[in-house]
């Protein structure tokens, strides 16, 4: 298989590079030529997204007033221009060093240690009073928070730095130093900007005339047009001027997704090209998405509309609002209007409702779900309600209005509406059964976001590797990242050849996927393909850099160094993981395993216990503990260990284990009673079947050990 980089490909690298030879000029500097969308942008969200602490941006009321938060009282006043917050009992002051948003909240940064801000834990409702705002109140009021836990205000789940100011500046630089511990963050502009979303101007700024087509060392990266999508600025001798290169839909979407998509950056620059040049979007995980992709945690439009039908038609986000106020075109169901016949969908036959019900567009088809306490946002994916899914703990639109009724009066009412019929239900968080995550793989209709997700969950399932191969070449990058991280682990000969083809993909993302599932069979790669790893290896380490802020960076750069036989090298990363995150468990159980492969198993054995004294009912290293031990010949200290990790968890692996571990001291019948009731249970792997078959032989109960055995036949099967 060959893939030649596509002119698209060879572009984006082009323009990046003359991008980091520009400067970034504020968006002041935008104003004298483009007077009219400057004050569009005035007063947006994007422009208040932060900004320093005045009587113009501060919304909160700093008089003096006190209010509690998890067993603190602080008081909110103003001293000399300063906006100060006051731990009252300890008498200690934070002054605000920048607002954080506007409406309908606005939360405020202060100095944290070692250059970090951190944001404060009581933030400002700046809704009308009518409407329950004006006042101070507690973003996690059920949580009880204290200093230490990861959401309180002075934890690092709560740094600015590294948790929401990409977003919320122009050209932000996070620069940490893992280290020490110390954050050096610059930024061009303090809010987001014009240049957040056009690229870096001073070029267009000396000399307008240049900014289309783009010319080495002058213009724009990107521009809008109105009334059409938004389209990379191609050079001159790649393209006609003006002309648009590759998929403008797309290309908007994946710009404004930069920033509205619950992604990870693996590149410094925001423009660099596709969204999977810049960042690696987060798929539909079970801790973000509801089963059927309705929107569960804050992940900010990206994810929820690529699994739309209106982004599989073309449509874009200027369609329905507008780039520089954020606002929508058309308030009401005039904004669905604009592709849509009324005369058919406004209409009693379709929406089922009475015209003095106020019943929206969206009420049914994108609903409200609400975030930090008082802002909500509607989903996306504009999908049809399915109350049938609401036993899987789905939300449902009609019995959230209809609170007086449940789901299966909706579902009758559903089906009674003419022309009904049944409707395919995506499976791919529901289901647990392969073959039916496998359909969703194979299914071409489905959106390459949802597919991507299924594979995701058919890691080691063996009949999906023809599928999954055959996706290495599929159009979508988010494909062919999906399947080679479904096909990642235990590569067969002919599955790492087909990964190598990728390592030279026009998606940075996917040469690094390629290159990390290749990791460990680096050593007998040929000289071409030794190279083009490297690259792509290259790429996937800059990119854990650039997240070093994180303990999973770290984390990742451990595993890929003990892959290659690296062990010094891992060992580094992952005590610079639990440096910045004491309770980081895998980084704590992969240290543990690579100090006792390094031959110091007593300090492995230290490093768990020191962990479980912090969290003594963590099964996780518990088990691990148990597995040190075993190396260290403890052996009665280690089948406790393992017992208390199936004990705690209930974790099948665990107790698989653990009857191993069992087994190997001599206890063979305390092992077949582990592993009898858990094939009982029909909780059960071929892995467990057999070895319990095994057992029983050894033990000489045939009989038992082939009805067993029958069970691992129909389940190879």
């Known amino acids: 298989m060959l893939r030649l980089r596509s002119?698209?490909?060879?572009?984006?690298?082009?323009?990046?590079?003359?991008?980091?030879?520009?400067?970034?000029?504020?968006?002041?500097?935008?104003?004298?030529?483009?007077?009219?969308?400057y004050k569009t942008w005035q007063g947006s969200h994007h422009q208040r997204a932060m900004a320093p602490p005045d009587a113009q941006s501060v919304r909160g009321i700093f008089d003096g007033r006190e209010v509690p938060l998890d067993g603190v009282t602080y008081r909110f006043e103003q001293q000399e221009g300063r906006y100060l917050i006051t731990d009252v009992a300890q008498d200690k002051t934070w002054v605000v060093r920048y607002t954080f948003g506007d409406t309908p909240l606005q939360q405020y940064l202060l100095e944290g240690e070692r250059g970090a801000l951190q944001a404060f834990g009581l933030a400002w409702d700046s809704r009308p009073q009518s409407e329950g705002g004006q006042r101070w109140f507690d973003l996690y009021p059920k949580r009880h928070l204290k200093p230490g836990d990861y959401e309180h205000w002075q934890s690092r789940g709560q740094t600015w730095n590294h948790m929401c100011a990409d977003c919320h500046s122009t050209n932000l630089q996070t620069d940490f130093n893992a280290e020490t511990g110390e954050y050096r963050t610059t930024y061009s502009e303090v809010s987001v900007g014009c240049e957040a979303c056009h690229g870096p101007g001073s070029l267009h700024a000396k000399d307008p005339t240049r900014a289309l087509p783009v010319k080495p060392g002058g213009g724009l990266q990107w521009a809008f047009r109105e009334g059409e999508a938004i389209a990379r600025v191609v050079q001159a001798a790649l393209a006609p001027a003006g002309e648009m290169a590759g998929n403008p839909h797309a290309q908007q979407l994946e710009q404004c997704g930069q920033c509205h998509a619950r992604r990870q950056r693996i590149h410094p620059d925001p423009?660099?090209?596709?969204?999977?040049?810049?960042?690696?979007?987060?798929?539909?995980?079970?801790?973000?998405?509801?089963?059927?992709?309705?929107?569960?945690?804050?992940?900010?439009?990206?994810?929820?509309?690529?699994?739309?039908?209106?982004?599989?038609?073309?449509?874009?986000?200027?369609?329905?609002?507008?780039?520089?106020?954020g606002e929508v075109k058309v308030e009401g169901d005039g904004l669905c209007a604009q592709c849509h016949d009324l005369g058919t969908y406004a209409q009693a036959e379709h929406h089922l409702h009475k015209p003095v019900a106020g019943v929206q567009c969206v009420d049914c088809h994108m609903p409200e779900r609400t975030y930090m306490v008082v802002d909500p946002r509607r989903d996306h994916r504009f999908h049809i309600p399915r109350p049938a899914l609401a036993a899987s703990g789905v939300p449902q639109p009609c019995t959230t209005c209809h609170t007086d009724r449940d789901a299966s009066w909706a579902a009758?009412?559903?089906?009674?509406?003419?022309?009904?019929?049944?409707?395919?239900?995506?499976?791919?968080?529901?289901?647990?059964?392969?073959?039916?995550?496998?359909?969703?793989?194979?299914?071409?209709?489905?959106?390459?976001?949802?597919?991507?997700?299924?594979?995701?969950?058919?890691?080691?399932?063996?009949?999906?590797?023809?599928?999954l191969s055959s996706l290495l070449e599929a159009e979508d990058p988010l494909l062919r990242m999906g399947a080679v991280r479904a096909m990642s682990g235990n590569l067969?000969?002919?599955?790492?050849?087909?990964?190598?083809?990728?390592?030279?993909?026009?998606?940075?993302?996917?040469?690094?996927?390629?290159?990390?599932?290749?990791?460990?069979?680096?050593?007998?790669?040929?000289?071409?393909?030794?190279?083009?790893?490297?690259?792509?290896?290259?790429?996937?380490?800059?990119?854990?850099?650039?997240?070093?802020?994180?303990?999973e960076s770290h984390y990742n750069l451990g595993l890929m160094h003990a892959e290659m036989g690296q062990r010094q090298k891992a060992i580094e990363s992952f005590r610079l993981a639990l440096k910045l995150e004491q309770d980081f468990t895998p980084a704590r159980q992969a240290l543990a395993q690579a100090l006792q492969r390094s031959g110091d198993g007593a300090a492995a054995e230290s490093l768990l216990r020191e962990g479980l004294r912090a969290e003594p009912r963590n099964a996780a290293l518990h088990h691990q503990l148990g597995l040190v031990l075993v190396g260290q010949k403890k052996y009665p200290q280690a089948v406790q260990s393992l017992r208390k990790a199936r004990d705690i968890s209930g974790n099948l692996q665990y107790a698989y284990v653990y009857a191993i571990a069992l087994h190997s001291t001599g206890k063979i019948d305390a092992a077949i009673r582990e592993l009898?009731?858990?094939?009982?249970?029909?909780?059960?792997?071929?892995?467990?079947?057999?070895?319990?078959?095994?057992?029983?032989?050894?033990?000489?109960?045939?009989?038992?050990?082939?009805?067993?055995?029958?069970?691992?036949?129909?389940?190879?099967r």
């Open 7 to 37: 002119p698209i490909f060879v572009l984006s690298v082009l323009l990046s590079s003359l991008a980091t030879a520009q400067e970034y000029v504020g968006s002041e500097a935008c104003a004298s030529c483009h007077m009219d969308t």
């Open 412 to 467: 009758e009412v559903l089906e009674r509406k003419p022309g009904a019929r049944k409707e395919t239900v995506q499976q791919h968080l529901l289901s647990s059964d392969p073959e039916a995550l496998l359909a969703l793989v194979q299914d071409d209709a489905m959106p390459a976001i949802t597919r991507a997700t299924a594979m995701s969950r058919l890691r080691g399932y063996p009949p999906a590797r023809p599928s």
């Open 676 to 716: 009898k009731t858990l094939a009982d249970q029909q909780q059960y792997t071929p892995e467990t079947l057999y070895a319990l078959v095994s057992m029983l032989m050894e033990s000489g109960r045939h009989q038992e050990a082939e009805f067993y055995a029958d069970i691992y036949e129909s389940l190879a």
């Open 271 to 325: 423009v660099a090209g596709s969204q999977l040049d810049s960042f690696t979007p987060a798929l539909l995980r079970e801790d973000l998405y509801f089963p059927d992709g309705q929107i569960l945690e804050e992940v900010f439009v990206y994810g929820s509309f690529l699994q739309s039908k209106m982004y599989q038609a073309g449509v874009v986000c200027t369609d329905c609002h507008n780039p520089h106020s």
């Open 492 to 551: 067969q000969p002919q599955d790492a050849a087909d990964i190598g083809a990728l390592l030279d993909d026009p998606a940075r993302a996917v040469r690094m996927e390629a290159a990390r599932a290749l990791a460990p069979h680096h050593k007998g790669m040929g000289r071409t393909i030794k190279q083009k790893f490297s690259a792509a290896l290259a790429d996937y380490v800059a990119a854990q850099a650039l997240n070093n802020h994180f303990p």
